[in-house]
């Protein structure tokens, strides 16, 4: 046990690599571009003041909505979807895999569930010992099952899904803006340090090499925003994505799409001033669009799965 405990600590230790190398690539931009940058080489002071004003606002914004995704804890399932003690005794002592499945049936049939595995049977985890809900997912990395599960990410060392999908959302936007302000205000100073109009200094390093690692930055940046907007307008998570979610009437890749406006509202809630800030708006769930009975009103579609 204690050596398994000791890898354990390992594992969670060196997670928090990339974050580490993250910050410090932050903390370095900051100070070159601030003091490298805006004190010692721009040499108009109304330059300088505009070019502070817009970087300060890009830079808190987006070291606020990474935070967010940082350290919001991924949300799992509520107690409704755990096993009752009966059920659990009995399930944890039959052998058969068709006599589990008819406890998990009885034990479901009272809960808001429209999916199923591949073979249609009721998605349970084992390890974590619950039903799985709607959109949930087991994450080895965090050992839990988060709900809505979109990915693990190293870079942020936590499990992006219902509870911060925003915040993963917002956190690529406004890196990316971070990025490109920086880009577009430095290139100048970039190409003068290039050609030799003005002096070397201290700050040309700086200059030079934060024009490179901004633009490198924009590139990877942009494609993964790209594809998580994309995301967004399908109401899908990358999961989903890759595989198809299998309802009871089998496989459906745009089962929980309820139109691009009402997508977006699912990641960004129906409060569009609160849109851009990294404060949680999100609804809480829906019923699969597949499953809804015909003559059902929009407001049919919305379901309050509980959650922890």
Request: proline letters at 6%; hydrophobic letters at 45%.
């Given at each position: 046990?204690?050596?398994?405990?000791?890898l354990?600590?390992?594992?969670?230790?060196?997670?928090?690599?990339?974050?580490?190398?993250?910050?410090?690539?932050?903390?370095?931009?900051?100070?070159?571009?601030?003091v490298?940058?805006?004190?010692?080489?721009?040499?108009?002071?109304?330059?300088?003041?505009?070019y502070?004003?817009?970087?300060?606002?890009?830079?808190?914004?987006?070291?606020?909505?990474?935070?967010?995704?940082?350290?919001?804890?991924?949300?799992?399932?509520?107690k409704?979807?755990?096993?009752?003690k009966?059920?659990?005794?009995q399930?944890?002592?039959?052998?058969?895999?068709?006599?589990?499945?008819?406890?998990l049936?009885?034990?479901?049939?009272?809960?808001?569930?429209?999916?199923?595995?591949?073979?249609?049977?009721?998605?349970?985890?084992?390890?974590c010992?619950?039903?799985?809900?709607?959109?949930?997912?087991?994450?080895?990395?965090?050992?839990?099952c988060?709900?809505?599960?979109?990915?693990h990410?190293?870079?942020?060392?936590n499990?992006?899904?219902?509870?911060?999908?925003?915040?993963?959302?917002?956190?690529?936007?406004?890196?990316?803006?971070?990025?490109?302000?920086?880009?577009?205000?430095?290139?100048?100073?970039?190409?003068?340090?290039?050609?030799?109009?003005?002096?070397?200094?201290?700050?040309?390093?700086?200059?030079?090499?934060?024009?490179?690692?901004?633009?490198?930055?924009?590139i990877?940046?942009?494609?993964?925003?790209?594809?998580?907007?994309?995301?967004?307008?399908?109401?899908?998570?990358?999961?989903?994505?890759?595989?198809?979610?299998?309802?009871r009437?089998?496989?459906?890749?745009?089962?929980?799409?309820?139109?691009?406006t009402?997508?977006?509202a699912q990641?960004?809630?129906?409060?569009k001033?609160?849109?851009?800030?990294?404060?949680?708006?999100?609804?809480?769930?829906?019923?699969?669009?597949?499953?809804?009975?015909?003559?059902?009103?929009?407001?049919?579609?919305?379901?309050?799965?509980?959650?922890?």
């Open positions: 046990m204690a050596p398994s405990h000791v354990r600590c390992c594992q969670r230790g060196l997670a928090w690599i990339p974050v580490i190398f993250i910050a410090l690539v932050v903390c370095w931009s900051y100070y070159a571009y601030v490298e940058l805006c004190i010692y080489t721009i040499p108009s002071t109304g330059e300088k003041i505009i502070l004003v817009v970087f300060h606002l890009s830079f808190i914004m987006f070291v606020w909505s990474y935070w967010k995704t940082i350290f919001t804890r991924p949300a799992n399932p509520s409704e979807f755990c096993l009752p009966a059920e659990k005794e399930y944890e002592k039959e052998e058969r895999p068709e006599a589990q499945q008819e406890i049936k009885r034990v479901a049939s009272s809960l808001p569930l429209y999916t199923r595995t591949g073979a249609g049977a009721i998605r349970y985890c084992d390890r010992q619950v039903i799985k809900p709607d959109r949930c997912h087991h994450c080895s990395a965090c050992d839990m988060v709900l809505k599960m979109d990915h990410c190293p870079w942020v060392n499990c992006v899904g219902f509870s911060n999908y925003k915040f993963f959302i917002l956190f690529l936007a406004y890196s990316l803006i971070y990025c490109l302000f920086i880009a577009a205000t430095v290139l100048q100073y970039f190409i003068k340090f290039w050609t030799s109009d003005l002096p070397d200094s201290h700050a040309k390093f700086h200059v030079l090499f934060l024009f490179f690692v901004a633009a490198m930055f924009c990877s940046i942009l494609s993964l925003f790209t594809y998580h907007l994309w995301l967004v307008g399908k109401n899908r998570s990358t999961i989903e994505a890759f595989r198809a979610p299998v309802f009437n089998g496989p459906d890749k745009n089962g929980f799409s309820l139109g691009f009402k997508n977006i990641v960004f809630g129906d409060q001033k609160y849109w851009l800030l990294p404060v949680f708006t999100s609804p809480r769930s829906i019923v699969p669009r597949s499953d809804v009975p015909s003559g059902h009103t929009k407001a049919s579609l919305w379901t309050e799965i509980g959650f922890t």
